[in-house]
């Protein structure tokens, strides 16, 4: 089973300012890693899949990076709406599934 | 448009049964893979259990044996079949949907809770 450690637990920030979330898996997962967002009381939200492709109705201000082991989301000049959970899941040698433990950022 | 709407949660005592049932709306269950994900209170996200539009279904160490996941095309609904719960089963139970692409899930269902306690 491939392990996701995401890093760090929570980051604290100030609307305006630039997220960067890591997450590395326990083995190469290529570019099969996606990224969810969820917002207390809801459901998780596709962000980014394949490392890197935004998914639909996604804004430019979240990118995705990375391949292997080393994952990077990136959320560009934070908006208030941005403060919320994200889990990276990978999708290379499943089944299981299996997600990280989650990004909390919240306000600063 | 696609929609995921699951039901049939609700307080359960240890050792009871539950069905979990999650209606689509917008495509067919049967052309994607469907997975069941778990959130105790408070905790992340857990893969429970997928089926393949090719009918085949796997399970995570946690519930295999005890979990069984199917849908009816007809009905268009994927269901979840719950036996022998404990605690650690307590969750919010989401269905959501990999539209074949073995890839991501784009779309999940608002979740329905399911609490085993005496």
């Known amino acids: 089973e491939i392990v996701l450690t995401q890093s760090p637990a929570t980051l604290s920030l100030s609307p305006g300012e630039r997220a960067t979330l890591s997450c590395r898996a326990s083995q190469s997962v290529s570019t099969y890693l996606a990224w969810y967002q969820q917002k207390p009381g809801q459901a998780p939200r596709l962000l980014i899949y394949d490392a890197s492709k935004r998914a639909t109705g996604i804004p430019a201000r979240f990118s995705g990076s990375g391949s292997g082991t080393d994952f990077t989301l990136t959320i560009n000049s934070l908006e208030p709406e941005d403060f919320a959970v994200y889990y990276c899941q990978q999708r290379s040698h499943w089944p299981p599934l299996t997600f990280g433990g989650g990004t909390k950022v919240e306000i600063k | 448009e696609v929609q995921l709407v699951e039901s049939g949660g609700g307080l359960i005592q240890p050792g009871g049964s539950l069905r979990l049932s999650c209606a689509a709306s917008g495509f067919d269950v049967s052309t994607s893979y469907m997975s069941w994900v778990r959130q105790a209170p408070g905790k992340g996200l857990e893969w429970v259990s997928v089926i393949y539009s090719s009918g085949s279904m796997y399970y995570a160490d946690s519930v295999k044996g005890r979990f069984t996941i199917s849908r009816d095309n007809s009905k268009n609904t994927l269901y979840l079949q719950m036996n022998i719960l404990s605690a650690e089963d307590t969750a919010v139970y989401y269905c959501?949907?990999?539209?074949?692409?073995?890839?991501?899930?784009?779309?999940w269902g608002q979740g329905t809770l399911v609490t085993v306690s005496s």
């Open positions: 959501a949907r990999d539209p074949g692409t073995g890839y991501y899930d784009d779309s």
